[in-house]
């Protein structure tokens, strides 16, 4: 594979810039869910779009959505070579709680190897290094790719207007391949590569007795508590194997390669690093799978939340009207989210008591994503990585969700590559976010050695 040498030295000899650029951008606090930070959206969409336009970008603009405003970029100056829609997002996740955070969350930190700031890793970090990736070989042997750069808003709150703007915008992002930097590698040294994602179908369960809270010594033991029923609807939907019992709910599950559960049998990740990433005293899944396999390659059906009844200080006894439980179903690959809402209100006609009524209220949906190990962007991401790290890359599953890799499979007919160079010990969403900074640096050589990949 050429390489663009100089590229790789410029990128070198300028780190502690580009450090200090990512730490000015971990400075505005683009919080999305949280309205009294919209003034900050649109200045970290602003500073994005500078950043393009500074490096030669054309059409550079900060475009609006019904929601947050998208930064968008395009770089066409490589003639019968591909076109790689690059995709990021410029938001963050709330801080709470702040009294937890060992250095302000938007004071970028370094400590030891590590930088500490909120969207350190998720994912400013790696915009960033695609950036000066991008940099490096605009300021030496230039760009033999096309790009197409969409920095989002709107990821931490699921992209609600993402899909739309794509639709309405499908001629100017039109593209050969989409690289998504929001992602990881299991280790420091490890490069790994997913190419498949589960999908999410979120529901929520509603369960009503009496039409009003009624007094839990007059009324208890004659009337069924739907708290309690609900609980015991929820303990069913699993037995003791770990086996969800929604009607149907593995039908159309993919059976694992010998090649692809071989290749999940690489990762280092041992079921003790596991249990103490979790911090729990034991694992537990579906039997007959490994803890990576079920963490891929399997669904799951999860209580991500319970209502009912009183929940303030002290104690006040109520037989509760009502209850509810917020449920997430992952998806693997070839489930659809409608035939898993038809089999969990299946579920309950079968199970429900005649003691309550019940309804079933579909929230959220993203579809799963499985990726061919042997396209372009796939082959440039294996080429590009092992040529930085000196180690083959893995090929993994991923359990979590990514709405924009569906939107752009479905809308563009692209498949994405996930290239990103977070980690799992990061602290996503939580306090003391980091992003490992030889990764950071790592990272920026390997998404130049990408493009010149893609370029062949």
């Known amino acids: 594979?050429?390489?663009?040498?100089?590229?790789?030295?410029?990128?070198?000899?300028?780190?502690?810039?580009?450090?200090?650029?990512?730490?000015?951008?971990?400075?505005?606090?683009?919080?999305s869910t949280l309205s009294e930070h919209k003034p900050d959206m649109q200045r970290a969409a602003e500073w994005v779009t500078r950043q393009?336009?500074?490096?030669?970008?054309?059409?550079?603009?900060?475009?609006?959505?019904?929601?947050?405003?998208?930064?968008?970029?395009?770089?066409?100056?490589?003639?019968?070579?591909?076109?790689?829609?690059?995709y990021g997002h410029y938001d963050v996740q709330p801080v709470d709680p702040l009294n937890e955070w060992t250095s302000p969350p938007f004071e970028a930190t370094v400590r030891g190897?590590?930088?500490?700031?909120?969207?350190?890793?998720?994912?400013?970090?790696?915009?960033?290094?695609?950036?000066?990736?991008?940099?490096?070989?605009v300021r030496n042997e230039g760009l033999r790719v096309n790009l197409k750069v969409l920095i989002e808003g709107e990821e931490e709150i699921g992209s609600p207007n993402l899909g739309a703007f794509i639709a309405q915008n499908k001629e100017?992002?039109?593209?050969?391949?989409?690289?998504?930097?929001?992602?990881?590698?299991?280790?420091?040294?490890?490069?790994?590569?997913?190419?498949?994602?589960?999908?999410?179908?979120?529901?929520?369960?509603?369960?009503y007795g009496p039409s009003q809270d009624l007094h839990s010594g007059v009324f208890g033991g004659s009337v069924h508590n739907p708290a309690q029923a609900l609980c015991e609807l929820i303990a069913g939907m699993h037995d003791a194997d770990g086996h969800i019992t929604l009607p149907g709910f593995y039908d159309k599950v993919r059976v694992l390669t010998d090649d692809e559960r071989a290749e999940i049998a690489r990762l280092p990740l041992s079921d003790e690093d596991w249990r103490a990433t979790a911090k729990v005293p034991e694992l537990w899944g579906k039997k007959g799978f490994?803890?990576?396999?079920?963490?891929?390659?399997?669904?799951?059906?999860?209580v991500n939340g319970l209502l009912s009844g009183f929940t303030?200080?002290?104690?006040?006894?109520?037989?509760?009207?009502?209850?509810?439980?917020?449920?997430?179903?992952r998806l693997a690959a070839y489930q659809d989210d409608n035939e898993i809402e038809a089999q969990l209100n299946e579920?309950?006609?079968?199970?429900?008591?005649?003691?309550?009524?019940w309804q079933v209220k579909k929230l959220v949906t993203t579809p799963p994503v499985l990726v061919n190990r042997d396209t372009i962007g796939a082959r440039a991401a294996s080429r590009a990585l092992e040529a930085t790290f000196g180690?083959?890359?893995?090929?993994?599953?991923?359990?979590?969700?990514?709405?924009?890799?569906?939107?752009?499979?479905?809308?563009?007919?692209?498949?994405?590559?996930?290239?990103g160079f977070g980690l799992p010990d990061d602290n996503l969403h939580s306090p003391n976010e980091k992003f490992h900074l030889p990764n950071f640096y790592r990272g920026i050589a390997t998404y130049i050695r990408f493009f010149d990949a893609v370029a062949e």
Request: charged letters at 20%; hydrophobic letters at 40%.
């Open 172 to 207: 100017k992002l039109k593209c050969d391949i989409a690289l998504n930097c929001d992602s990881g590698i299991a280790r420091p040294n490890l490069p790994t590569i997913v190419y498949g994602l589960r999908g999410l179908a979120y529901f929520e369960i509603w369960v």
């Open 52 to 86: 393009l336009r500074d490096l030669g970008f054309k059409n550079c603009a900060v475009l609006p959505t019904a929601g947050h405003p998208v930064a968008y970029g395009e770089s066409l100056n490589a003639p019968g070579k591909p076109t790689v829609l690059v």
């Open 1 to 31: 594979m050429p390489e663009s040498t100089n590229a790789i030295t410029y990128a070198r000899d300028h780190r502690e810039r580009f450090l200090s650029e990512l730490k000015d951008l971990l400075a505005i606090p683009s919080i």
């Open 347 to 357: 579920y309950m006609r079968i199970n429900a008591p005649p003691t309550i009524s």
């Open 290 to 302: 490994t803890t990576l396999e079920r963490l891929g390659a399997l669904p799951t059906l999860e």
């Open 113 to 137: 190897d590590n930088l500490y700031a909120r969207g350190a890793s998720d994912m400013k970090g790696q915009v960033i290094a695609v950036f000066k990736a991008i940099e490096s070989l």
């Open 391 to 419: 180690i083959k890359p893995i090929f993994k599953l991923e359990g979590g969700s990514v709405p924009v890799v569906s939107t752009t499979k479905t809308v563009l007919g692209v498949d994405s590559i996930m290239l």
């Open 312 to 329: 303030g200080e002290g104690s006040k006894t109520v037989l509760p009207a009502k209850a509810m439980a917020k449920i997430s179903c």
